[in-house]
């Protein structure tokens, strides 16, 4: 694909769904584990209609598809558009309502987390989160009990051992970003503004026990693409500096920023300290990704470790594995500790959409989840054959205290012989074999981003 095409996002895999279901009681092959007693949400963009030329994939209303587990049954799957004003408007509702930063009222499209005891819908780049009920229906929006000063992010990172959720809000009209770190109880402990030129996107980061692993790199705002009609006005801009900055977490200093070579990063599998290194997992796309079309001329996407050395002042970068994949997750217990194993998927048609290098030549293996061993170096395949278009996998512990891998591995996957969608969970220790259970849904769920196990207990 010389030059890609906006629609390609609205067909396909890609293609919204027009309707909100509820169906309780799904059919299973096979036999969901016990312990797995909770909801499986995951957010992505679903617009309302399909008239707009300039439809960019980020922009989408966001849709939450949740399917509830508990005692061994698929108890519901429920999807659900998030109420912002304009979606509640398309839907003859009135707006639950909630604070809104800056005039930027959106339906948080990206990720879903639950925190102190609410589910969050996230989303970046100046909106606030929207609150959602367990069963999908929108609260509002949320600024943390009047705590949060500005937008907030769509990736967090909760660190389990001090129950504080980390995040990097950035917003066009803002000289910094901000570090915002929401205490166990909901409320936002501390901000702090790091002064960055240019407005850049930052998508995610990492956290390790130390530091704030910032990636400011060279996507940034521009007021040029607001003016050519960009819907999302954020450009590859050579000018700026690639570089990686380390926050002390404790506040102790500022940040130590590390020039690097031009890249783009969206997503961090995981970081921790190493001594006194950082060491940073990550899914890179060589330069010249550019974020308002959603195309990079290079591929693939690779997965990376960055070993950051703050007394030498430099960065050294090593290939994981050079198959193209992305959305990396780990076991989300082990957040800023040293992690042995990582899940990432091998989305065919998001690589086709993305980069020139979405050649998959056989597409039986254009849909896969892989399981990295990073201490052995070794890759497992989980491969679901041609059209069973795979989104995000993510981990849930068989127990609160299992050790790191001892669970499962869940994502939503496209059963082509049904035309509708399945959630598969795959036993993560005996990750090539036929999934534990396939919970058959009653519709497509197209391609989106985000989502997470979210136990209630
Ligand atoms: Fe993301």
Redesign the pocket.
């Known amino acids: 694909m010389s030059q890609p095409d906006r629609q390609r996002f609205l067909e396909g895999s890609f293609a919204p769904v027009t309707e909100e279901i509820t169906v309780f009681d799904l059919p299973v092959t096979g036999q969901i584990p016990a312990q797995l007693d909770g909801r499986y949400l995951r957010n992505g963009p679903n617009p309302l209609g399909l008239d707009d030329p300039n439809y960019h994939w980020f922009l989408g209303a966001g849709m939450v598809h949740g399917v509830r587990l508990r005692g061994g049954k698929a108890e519901w799957y429920r999807n659900r558009w998030v109420r912002s004003k304009a979606v509640a408007a398309e839907h003859h509702q009135t707006w639950p309502g909630g604070p809104v930063h800056e005039n930027m009222d959106f339906a948080a499209n ?2 879903i987390i639950a925190h102190a005891g609410r589910t969050l819908a996230t989303v970046e780049a100046g909106p606030l989160p929207y609150e959602l009920t367990y069963e999908l229906g929108t609260v509002g929006s949320y600024d943390f009990a009047s705590t949060l000063p500005g937008g907030f992010a ?2 967090t990172k909760l660190d389990k051992a001090t129950g504080e959720l980390h995040a990097i809000a950035y917003f066009w009209a803002w000289d910094h970003v901000q570090h915002v770190i929401v205490g166990a109880d909901g409320k936002v402990v501390r901000t702090t503004d790091i002064p960055v030129p240019d407005g850049p996107m930052m ?2 980061f990492a956290l390790t026990g130390k530091y704030v692993v910032l990636l400011d790199l060279p996507v940034t705002f521009s007021l040029n693409a607001v003016t050519q009609g960009k819907e999302l006005p954020y450009v590859w801009n050579p000018d700026h500096q690639a570089r990686v900055g380390l926050l002390p977490r404790d506040g102790s200093a500022g940040v130590h920023w590390i020039d690097i070579e031009p890249c783009w990063v ?2 961090c599998l995981n970081a921790y300290d190493d001594g006194g290194n950082v060491v940073v997992d990550l899914c890179q796309y060589n330069q010249g990704f550019d974020v308002s079309t959603l195309w990079a001329a290079h591929g693939p996407v690779t997965l990376d470790r960055w070993i950051i050395e703050p007394a030498a002042g430099k960065v050294t970068q090593r290939r994981l594995d050079d198959r193209g994949q992305e ?1 990396p997750r780990i076991d989300d217990r082990i957040i800023s500790r040293p992690h042995r194993y990582g899940y990432s998927a091998v989305i065919g048609e998001v690589a086709r959409a993305i980069t020139a290098a979405g050649d998959f030549g056989d597409d039986a293996f254009a849909n896969a989840i892989l399981k990295h061993d990073l201490a052995s170096g070794t890759v497992q395949t989980h491969d679901f054959g041609k059209d069973a278009t795979v989104g995000e996998a993510v981990f849930a512990p068989s127990s609160r205290d299992a050790a790191e891998d001892d669970g499962y591995v869940m994502a939503f996957v496209h059963n082509p012989d049904r035309g509708a969608a399945d959630l598969v969970i795959l036993a993560a220790q005996d990750f090539t074999a036929d999934p534990v259970a396939v919970v058959h849904l009653p519709a497509r769920i197209p391609l989106g ?2 989502g997470n196990w979210l136990p209630d207990h």
């Open positions: 990206t990720c769509a990736h998508h995610d969206f997503h959305f981003f985000h």
